[in-house]
Each structure stands twice: as C-alpha cells, then as structure tokens.
Nanobody
Framework: QVRLEESGGGSAKSGGSLRLACSTS????????IGWFRQVPGKGREGVAC??????????????HYSDSVKGRFTISRDTARRTVYLQMNNLRPEDTAVYYC???????????????????WGKGTPVTVSQ
C-alpha cells in the first residue's frame, strides 16, 4: 500500500525558507514520479513541483518541473536511500501560504503538474504560513 507523509511545514517570514519532506513507503521508490501540490481554502490544488523517476526508468528522465509561480525559488529533490522527496522553499512570499501535499504516481511530470486530479496517491498535507 502506497503511503506518503509530509513534514516540515510551519511558519516563516516573507523572504525566509522552509524545507518540506515527503516520506514514502509501500512501493519501489524509483518507479513513481513524485509531485508537490498546494491548496488554499476555496481553491483547487495547484501543482508546485514534480520530479521524474530516474533516467532510464519508465518515462523517467530524472528532470524536475516547476510552476511559474515558484520557479527559481523552490527546489525539489529525491533521496532514494531515504525514500524521501524534499521541497526546499526559499524567498517565501505570503502568497505561498497553503497546505502542501505530496503525491505519487506513474505519470509524466510535465502533464501531472497541471493535472492534480490524475494522481492516485496522496499524503495528508502539511500547512505552511508565510507572514509579512
């Protein structure tokens, strides 16, 4: 059974940093793409970042993808030994305030980032609050 658990959320000042972690179990880690999404009350989930399976596996090319709103500020990475995907968030802005979720699926990142409804496996989320 695929399990995902987010951690690392909390409060930060504008311009500050946080690092989120998505710990995983229940599947071969390098078989699935991992994405980060966020949601604020009253809105749908927004794709933030996605990291593909390593080059040569399934669709994988080992690349990472970002939404325009976070490009240059956020970095996604995967640690196979720890079965964990990280989202390093720098230069945070108040508009980054949301609940952040990680998701896993066998899906092309470039497509999956803009289609959150197509992901089968989700964590429960971790809240991030950025103040002025």
């Amino acid at each position: 059974q695929v399990r995902l658990e987010e951690s690392g959320g909390g409060s930060a000042k504008s311009g500050g940093s946080l690092r989120l972690a998505c710990s995983t179990s229940g599947f071969t880690f390098d078989d699935l793409d991992i994405g980060w999404f966020r949601q604020v009350p009253g809105k749908g989930r927004e794709g933030v970042a996605c990291i593909s399976t390593p080059e040569g596996l399934r669709w994988g090319d080992g690349t990472d993808h970002y939404s325009d709103s976070v490009k240059g500020r956020f970095t996604i990475s995967r640690d196979t030994a720890r079965r964990t995907v990280y989202l390093q968030m720098n230069n945070l802005r108040p508009e980054d305030t949301a609940v952040y979720y990680c998701a896993a699926d066998d899906i092309r990142c470039a497509y999956g980032l803009t289609h959150p409804g197509r992901w089968d496996h989700w964590g429960k989320g971790t809240p991030v609050t950025v103040s002025q």
